[in-house]
Protein backbone atom coordinates (compact mmCIF):
# COMPACT_ATOMS: atom_id res chain seq x y z
CA UNK A 1 0.00 0.00 0.00
CA UNK A 2 1.16 3.36 -0.72
CA UNK A 3 0.03 6.97 -1.29
CA UNK A 4 -1.42 8.86 1.66
CA UNK A 5 -3.62 7.08 4.21
CA UNK A 6 -6.67 9.06 2.98
CA UNK A 7 -6.14 7.78 -0.40
CA UNK A 8 -5.74 3.54 -0.63
CA UNK A 9 -8.02 0.77 -1.45
CA UNK A 10 -9.24 -1.53 0.84
CA UNK A 11 -11.12 -1.59 3.82
CA UNK A 12 -11.67 -0.22 7.29
CA UNK A 13 -14.13 -1.36 10.42
CA UNK A 14 -15.90 1.78 11.34
CA UNK A 15 -18.95 1.44 14.04
CA UNK A 16 -19.14 -2.06 13.25
CA UNK A 17 -19.49 -2.64 9.63
CA UNK A 18 -16.50 -2.60 7.07
CA UNK A 19 -16.55 0.61 4.55
CA UNK A 20 -14.51 1.41 1.72
CA UNK A 21 -11.35 3.04 2.83
CA UNK A 22 -11.42 6.41 1.23
CA UNK A 23 -15.21 6.77 2.79
CA UNK A 24 -13.78 6.15 6.82
CA UNK A 25 -14.44 9.99 7.16
CA UNK A 26 -15.54 11.58 10.16
CA UNK A 27 -17.05 15.14 10.95
CA UNK A 28 -14.60 18.61 11.33
CA UNK A 29 -16.67 19.03 14.72
CA UNK A 30 -15.40 15.51 16.07
CA UNK A 31 -14.47 16.09 19.74
CA UNK A 32 -11.66 14.03 19.90
CA UNK A 33 -10.36 16.49 16.85
CA UNK A 34 -10.75 19.70 18.81
CA UNK A 35 -9.94 17.82 22.42
CA UNK A 36 -7.92 15.08 21.90
CA UNK A 37 -10.72 12.67 23.70
CA UNK A 38 -8.98 9.53 21.72
CA UNK A 39 -7.54 6.64 22.54
CA UNK A 40 -5.58 3.73 20.39
CA UNK A 41 -3.48 0.48 20.06
CA UNK A 42 -0.71 0.30 17.66
CA UNK A 43 -0.38 -3.57 16.80
CA UNK A 44 1.38 -6.15 14.76
CA UNK A 45 -0.17 -9.36 12.75
CA UNK A 46 2.36 -11.92 12.17
CA UNK A 47 1.60 -14.94 10.28
CA UNK A 48 -1.84 -13.96 10.08
CA UNK A 49 -1.88 -13.87 14.39
CA UNK A 50 -2.07 -10.68 15.73
CA UNK A 51 0.54 -10.38 18.87
CA UNK A 52 -0.79 -9.91 22.35
CA UNK A 53 -4.45 -9.10 20.47
CA UNK A 54 -6.49 -9.98 23.77
CA UNK A 55 -4.04 -7.83 25.43
CA UNK A 56 -4.03 -4.82 23.00
CA UNK A 57 -8.30 -5.12 22.98
CA UNK A 58 -8.09 -4.91 27.17
CA UNK A 59 -6.04 -1.98 26.95
CA UNK A 60 -7.98 -0.07 24.68
CA UNK A 61 -11.02 -0.12 27.09
CA UNK A 62 -9.12 0.39 30.05
CA UNK A 63 -7.65 3.79 28.41
CA UNK A 64 -11.10 4.93 27.56
CA UNK A 65 -11.88 4.45 30.61
CA UNK A 66 -8.90 6.82 31.82
CA UNK A 67 -10.70 9.35 29.65
CA UNK A 68 -13.88 8.44 30.79
CA UNK A 69 -15.80 7.36 28.42
CA UNK A 70 -16.49 3.28 27.41
CA UNK A 71 -16.28 1.85 24.41
CA UNK A 72 -19.53 0.24 22.63
CA UNK A 73 -17.59 -3.26 21.89
CA UNK A 74 -16.33 -5.38 24.07
CA UNK A 75 -13.22 -7.21 23.85
CA UNK A 76 -14.37 -10.16 22.01
CA UNK A 77 -15.98 -7.96 19.72
CA UNK A 78 -12.54 -6.04 18.81
CA UNK A 79 -10.51 -9.21 18.28
CA UNK A 80 -13.42 -10.61 15.45
CA UNK A 81 -13.45 -6.88 14.37
CA UNK A 82 -9.58 -6.98 13.79
CA UNK A 83 -9.28 -10.09 12.20
CA UNK A 84 -12.57 -9.15 9.78
CA UNK A 85 -10.97 -6.57 8.99
CA UNK A 86 -7.38 -8.32 8.12
CA UNK A 87 -9.27 -11.05 6.13
CA UNK A 88 -11.19 -8.44 4.04
CA UNK A 89 -7.68 -6.39 3.27
CA UNK A 90 -6.11 -9.62 2.68
CA UNK A 91 -3.03 -9.43 4.81
CA UNK A 92 -1.52 -11.73 7.17
CA UNK A 93 1.44 -9.62 7.85
CA UNK A 94 0.26 -6.10 8.92
CA UNK A 95 0.16 -3.08 11.40
CA UNK A 96 -3.28 -2.81 13.14
CA UNK A 97 -4.22 -0.13 14.29
CA UNK A 98 -7.44 -0.21 16.72
CA UNK A 99 -9.10 3.35 18.17
CA UNK A 100 -12.00 4.87 19.78
CA UNK A 101 -12.84 8.77 19.98
CA UNK A 102 -15.82 11.02 21.22
CA UNK A 103 -17.75 11.56 18.14
CA UNK A 104 -19.78 15.07 17.00
CA UNK A 105 -23.06 15.36 18.66
CA UNK A 106 -24.53 17.82 20.38
CA UNK A 107 -22.02 19.12 22.31
CA UNK A 108 -18.73 20.87 21.63
CA UNK A 109 -17.22 22.15 24.43
CA UNK A 110 -14.53 20.51 26.78
CA UNK A 111 -17.43 18.04 27.95
CA UNK A 112 -18.86 15.87 25.79
CA UNK A 113 -20.74 13.22 27.78
CA UNK A 114 -23.92 13.18 25.18
CA UNK A 115 -21.40 12.71 22.27
CA UNK A 116 -21.33 9.07 20.56
CA UNK A 117 -18.49 6.91 20.97
CA UNK A 118 -17.23 5.81 17.75
CA UNK A 119 -14.67 2.78 17.32
CA UNK A 120 -12.74 2.45 14.40
CA UNK A 121 -10.12 -0.11 13.31
CA UNK A 122 -7.62 -0.01 9.79
CA UNK A 123 -4.78 -2.73 8.94
CA UNK A 124 -1.64 -2.51 6.53
CA UNK A 125 1.55 -3.51 5.36
CA UNK A 126 4.03 -1.38 7.22
CA UNK A 127 8.08 -2.70 7.47
CA UNK A 128 10.65 -1.52 10.03
CA UNK A 129 9.33 1.71 11.73
CA UNK A 130 12.97 3.02 12.00
CA UNK A 131 14.25 1.38 8.27
CA UNK A 132 17.88 0.45 8.43
CA UNK A 133 18.46 1.72 11.82
CA UNK A 134 16.84 -1.54 12.86
CA UNK A 135 20.09 -3.48 11.79
CA UNK A 136 22.79 -0.79 12.19
CA UNK A 137 21.62 1.31 15.40
CA UNK A 138 19.14 4.13 15.38
CA UNK A 139 20.43 8.11 16.03
CA UNK A 140 18.94 9.28 18.90
CA UNK A 141 18.13 13.05 19.65
CA UNK A 142 17.75 14.52 22.90
CA UNK A 143 13.92 16.20 23.21
CA UNK A 144 13.74 19.79 25.00
CA UNK A 145 10.26 18.36 26.34
CA UNK A 146 9.76 16.12 28.87
CA UNK A 147 7.48 13.31 29.91
CA UNK A 148 4.96 14.53 32.46
CA UNK A 149 4.16 13.86 36.04
CA UNK A 150 1.29 11.94 36.70
CA UNK A 151 -0.48 14.29 39.06
CA UNK A 152 -1.34 15.76 35.35
CA UNK A 153 -2.20 13.56 32.68
CA UNK A 154 -3.55 9.75 33.24
CA UNK A 155 -0.02 8.44 31.48
CA UNK A 156 -0.85 4.74 32.33
CA UNK A 157 -3.22 4.91 29.32
CA UNK A 158 -2.49 5.33 25.63
CA UNK A 159 -4.01 8.59 24.42
CA UNK A 160 -4.14 10.43 21.66
CA UNK A 161 -3.42 13.47 23.57
CA UNK A 162 -0.49 12.61 25.54
CA UNK A 163 1.62 12.55 22.14
CA UNK A 164 1.74 15.75 21.25
CA UNK A 165 5.34 16.64 22.41
CA UNK A 166 5.83 13.32 21.24
CA UNK A 167 5.60 14.37 17.59
CA UNK A 168 6.99 17.78 18.45
CA UNK A 169 10.53 15.95 19.68
CA UNK A 170 10.77 13.70 16.92
CA UNK A 171 10.07 16.57 14.23
CA UNK A 172 12.44 18.00 15.74
CA UNK A 173 14.93 15.24 15.85
CA UNK A 174 14.37 14.35 12.10
CA UNK A 175 15.23 17.97 10.96
CA UNK A 176 18.36 16.87 12.88
CA UNK A 177 19.35 13.68 10.78
CA UNK A 178 18.06 11.77 13.98
CA UNK A 179 15.44 8.57 13.97
CA UNK A 180 13.87 9.89 17.25
CA UNK A 181 14.12 11.67 20.59
CA UNK A 182 15.01 10.26 23.76
CA UNK A 183 13.15 12.08 26.79
CA UNK A 184 13.22 12.79 29.76
CA UNK A 185 10.42 13.00 32.69
CA UNK A 186 9.47 15.98 34.94
CA UNK A 187 12.14 14.76 37.14
CA UNK A 188 14.89 14.82 35.51
CA UNK A 189 15.32 11.12 34.56
CA UNK A 190 15.45 8.83 31.50
CA UNK A 191 11.84 7.92 30.42
CA UNK A 192 11.70 7.23 26.97
CA UNK A 193 11.86 7.62 23.03
CA UNK A 194 8.68 9.66 21.76
CA UNK A 195 6.94 6.26 20.72
CA UNK A 196 9.37 3.49 22.34
CA UNK A 197 10.38 2.21 25.76
CA UNK A 198 13.97 2.61 26.28
CA UNK A 199 16.89 -0.45 27.81
CA UNK A 200 20.62 -0.08 28.50
CA UNK A 201 23.45 -2.86 28.78
CA UNK A 202 25.96 -2.25 31.14
CA UNK A 203 28.21 -5.03 31.96
CA UNK A 204 26.10 -7.95 30.96
CA UNK A 205 23.16 -6.61 33.06
CA UNK A 206 20.11 -4.30 31.44
CA UNK A 207 18.74 -1.53 33.06
CA UNK A 208 15.37 0.15 31.77
CA UNK A 209 13.24 3.35 33.28
CA UNK A 210 10.74 2.55 35.45
CA UNK A 211 7.56 3.20 33.88
CA UNK A 212 6.08 5.40 36.49
CA UNK A 213 4.89 8.37 34.20
CA UNK A 214 4.77 6.89 30.84
CA UNK A 215 3.29 3.68 29.11
CA UNK A 216 4.52 0.13 30.33
CA UNK A 217 4.26 -1.11 26.49
CA UNK A 218 3.42 -4.59 26.42
CA UNK A 219 6.59 -4.84 23.85
CA UNK A 220 8.66 -3.60 26.80
CA UNK A 221 6.69 -5.76 29.18
CA UNK A 222 7.34 -8.81 27.22
CA UNK A 223 11.19 -7.91 26.46
CA UNK A 224 11.62 -7.88 30.29
CA UNK A 225 10.15 -11.41 30.65
CA UNK A 226 12.23 -12.83 28.01
CA UNK A 227 15.31 -11.23 29.27
CA UNK A 228 14.38 -12.90 32.90
CA UNK A 229 14.09 -16.16 31.08
CA UNK A 230 17.78 -15.88 29.80
CA UNK A 231 18.80 -15.60 33.40
CA UNK A 232 19.51 -11.40 32.37
CA UNK A 233 19.20 -9.05 35.67
CA UNK A 234 17.00 -6.53 34.69
CA UNK A 235 17.06 -3.29 36.77
CA UNK A 236 13.89 -1.54 36.07
CA UNK A 237 14.78 1.57 38.31
CA UNK A 238 15.11 5.64 37.74
CA UNK A 239 18.20 6.50 35.81
CA UNK A 240 19.77 9.73 35.52
CA UNK A 241 21.22 11.50 32.50
CA UNK A 242 25.05 11.24 33.11
CA UNK A 243 24.45 7.45 32.94
CA UNK A 244 24.27 7.41 29.75
CA UNK A 245 28.01 8.05 29.34
CA UNK A 246 28.88 4.22 31.19
CA UNK A 247 26.37 1.91 29.01
CA UNK A 248 27.64 -0.31 26.50
CA UNK A 249 24.49 -1.15 24.23
CA UNK A 250 20.94 0.47 23.75
CA UNK A 251 17.66 -0.71 22.64
CA UNK A 252 13.97 0.62 22.08
CA UNK A 253 11.33 -1.17 22.25
CA UNK A 254 7.66 -1.21 20.91
CA UNK A 255 4.99 -2.48 18.63
CA UNK A 256 5.86 -0.42 15.63
CA UNK A 257 9.95 -0.20 16.57
CA UNK A 258 9.69 -4.08 17.68
CA UNK A 259 13.55 -4.30 18.66
CA UNK A 260 15.26 -1.63 17.50
CA UNK A 261 19.29 -1.16 18.40
CA UNK A 262 20.23 2.54 19.22
CA UNK A 263 23.80 3.53 18.13
CA UNK A 264 23.88 7.08 19.52
CA UNK A 265 21.80 9.18 21.64
CA UNK A 266 22.96 12.92 21.46
CA UNK A 267 26.72 12.88 22.16
CA UNK A 268 26.81 9.44 23.91
CA UNK A 269 27.51 6.08 21.82
CA UNK A 270 26.74 2.69 21.83
CA UNK A 271 27.66 -0.67 20.17
CA UNK A 272 25.42 -3.05 18.70
CA UNK A 273 26.11 -5.78 20.86
CA UNK A 274 25.52 -9.31 21.13
CA UNK A 275 22.64 -8.87 23.75
CA UNK A 276 20.94 -6.57 21.66
CA UNK A 277 21.30 -8.99 18.46
CA UNK A 278 20.33 -12.14 20.83
CA UNK A 279 17.00 -9.94 22.16
CA UNK A 280 15.62 -8.61 18.83
CA UNK A 281 16.12 -12.55 17.75
CA UNK A 282 14.35 -14.05 20.11
CA UNK A 283 11.76 -11.48 19.80
CA UNK A 284 11.32 -12.25 16.36
CA UNK A 285 10.86 -16.09 16.64
CA UNK A 286 8.07 -15.11 19.31
CA UNK A 287 6.21 -12.89 17.85
CA UNK A 288 5.85 -15.78 14.67
CA UNK A 289 6.15 -18.92 16.79
Given amino acids: MEGAYDDRD ?12 RDAKI ?16 ERCYNGKIFKDREHAERLH ?31 DAYVRAFAWRGAGPDMG ?17 GNYYGEA ?3 GAKLDIAKWKRP ?19 MSKHAAEAKGCSDAMMFDYRGYVAEATGANIFFVKDGEVHT ?24 TVHERHIMPEELEGFQQCWLTGTAAEVTPVGQIGDYNFEVGQLTLDIASDYEKLVRA
Wanted: net charge neutral; charged share 20%; proline share 5%.
Fill in 209 to 232: PKPDCFLNGLTRQTVVGMLREKGV
Fill in 149 to 167: SPETIPHQAKAAGLYMICT
Fill in 27 to 42: HVLTHALHYASSVFEG
Fill in 110 to 126: VASARNPVRTAIAVWSW
Fill in 10 to 21: GKIWMDGQLVEW
Fill in 134 to 136: KTK
Fill in 62 to 92: FSANCLDFEIPYSVEDLIAAKAETLKANGLT
